[in-house]
């Protein structure tokens, strides 16, 4: 039973490059979760999707970062433009019930892409 | 505004003692408490949670215990043991609409000297 898979593991990027993280979540799982670990802190929150819909995106940055979860493939996460400050470890969560206004389902979390940006 | 403190960076403990990990939380509106576990290079694996209608829950090594009016919880692993040596973070949420979004701590590094 594969759990949540990412790649690249390691990403490095120059200044104004792109950057795309992508994650398979966990079979049987459609609700995905984005969170970003900046360095001597905690996770925090960035997004949740569900199968071609964006749920909630306010923990994102307004500017330059978009996400997406496709009908087929794997949850994308594209940095636009990357800066210095969006080195980071950014992992990706799966689960498998609809959470909004329901119970509790534990978030299965993959190895997370550390990025680093020169 | 840090909602989910773990205010000790570290922690050593000696093999098969107990290992008492520490977590303060100032969102009244958290209802849902969880622990994960982090190794190096990998991802946070959930480890035992509890809800606010407990104040304890048990799961073999691992006990959480909960103080609502403190606002205070902790984890409490008994026997400590090598293997459990790794970043313990502290996680809550809220409830109804947003209670998928987890607010982390910074976490605590265990060391479990053999």
């Known amino acids: 039973n594969a759990g949540v898979m990412q790649n690249p593991r390691h990403l490095v990027r120059r200044r104004g490059q792109e950057a795309r993280l992508r994650c398979s979540p966990m079979k049987g799982h459609s609700h995905v979760y984005w969170y970003r670990q900046l360095p001597e802190e905690g996770l925090k929150f960035m997004v949740y999707l569900q199968k071609e819909n964006i749920i909630d995106e306010s923990g994102m940055p307004k500017e330059r970062f978009s996400a997406e979860f496709p009908k087929e493939g794997p949850s994308i996460l594209r940095i636009q433009q990357v800066v210095r400050g969006d080195s980071a470890a950014y992992f990706c969560?799966?689960?498998?019930?609809?959470?909004?206004?329901?119970?509790?389902?534990?978030?299965?979390f993959g190895p997370g892409t550390r990025l680093l940006v020169l | 505004d840090q909602q989910v403190k773990q205010n000790s960076p570290s922690l050593s403990v000696q093999e098969g003692r107990i290992s008492i990990l520490n977590c303060d939380y100032t969102n009244s509106m958290f209802d849902y408490f969880l622990w994960y576990k982090k190794y190096p290079a990998e991802g946070p694996t959930f480890l035992i949670s509890?809800?606010?209608?407990?104040d304890k829950n048990e799961d073999g090594r691992f006990t959480v215990f909960l103080n609502k009016s403190a606002k205070h919880l902790s984890l409490h692993i008994v026997p400590s043991q090598p293997g459990d040596s790794a970043v313990y973070f502290c996680?809550?949420?809220?409830?109804?609409?947003?209670?998928?979004?987890?607010?982390f701590g910074k976490g605590t590094l265990l060391t479990v000297n053999p």
């Open positions: 969560a799966s689960s498998s019930t609809l959470l909004a206004g329901g119970g509790q389902e534990t978030q299965y």
């Open positions: 509890i809800s606010s209608i407990k």
């Open positions: 996680a809550a949420s809220e409830s109804g609409g947003s209670n998928y979004k987890l607010t």
